[in-house]
């Protein structure tokens, strides 16, 4: 059940775009993006849920596709702070989450 | 508390021997969870408590593992007889409970089994 995301990495610089993607083979319930600096805890970014809604705590943008059974998240004009590694973790009930492999991006200057 | 702490921070120990991690969450999360994060790799979940019961252990990965939670706050993950392969770290999350709250996750216990 664990989710496949896309790319594995990805290098930017500043003021540069990306989109990550999320892909699950079971329908979801929910999608949460989190962000993970080395050597410190993973930090909630946005939940998608099923039916529209969307619930975040920074300046950041992601779709959800339930018929794909998709999500992608889109970093935009990227600074410095975006680096890290970004998960997605996908909802089939009300409570677990499980995991992607990771995303991990860095932005140079 | 203001975020979710985990005790120790570290913790190295001989393979064969017994550790505790503990994690304490937000206060007023109800939901509680255990993940693992081998190097390089994603989190692996282990245990969900809603309260103090834990309607989901489907994670743990052996009989060596478990976790207790009291008063519906602080849980223990349990590990016994310790492995090489138990190497990792390992995660604390918590949340207000239902589908809609993101986790807010402690910064994790590494654990070295040596």
């Known amino acids: 059940q664990q989710p496949v995301q896309s790319p594995q990495a990805v290098i930017l610089r500043e003021g540069e775009d990306a989109v990550i993607n999320c892909s699950s083979s079971k329908a979801l319930y929910s999608v949460h993006w989190y962000r993970q600096k080395h050597g410190e805890a993973p930090v909630f970014l946005m939940i998608l849920l099923k039916g529209g809604e969307q619930k975040g705590h920074e300046k950041i943008s992601a779709s959800f596709n339930e018929k794909k059974q998709q999500s992608s998240l889109y970093l935009t004009a990227s600074q410095l702070s975006y680096s890290g590694t970004y998960f997605c973790?996908?909802?089939?009930?009300?409570?677990?989450?499980?995991f992607g492999a990771g995303t991990t991006v860095t932005v140079r200057a | 508390g203001a975020g979710v702490s985990q005790s120790p921070s570290n913790k190295v120990t001989e393979k064969g021997k017994d550790v505790e991690l503990r994690c304490d969450p937000i206060?007023?999360?109800?939901?509680l969870y255990w993940y693992r994060q081998s190097l390089g790799q994603g989190l692996e979940f282990l245990i969900y408590?809603?309260?103090?019961?834990?309607?989901?252990k489907s994670g743990l990965p052996s009989d060596r593992f478990s976790a207790e939670r009291t008063g519906g706050s602080v849980s223990t993950l349990t590990i016994q007889r310790t492995q090489q392969e138990d190497s990792a770290v390992y995660l604390c999350?918590?949340?207000?409970?239902?589908?809609?709250?993101?986790?807010?996750f402690g910064s994790g216990t590494r654990l070295t089994v040596v």
């Open positions: 408590f809603q309260g103090n019961s834990a309607p989901d």
């Open positions: 206060s007023g999360h109800t939901a």
């Open positions: 973790g996908t909802g089939y009930n009300d409570y677990k989450l499980s």
């Open positions: 999350a918590s949340s207000l409970q239902g589908r809609s709250y993101g986790y807010t």
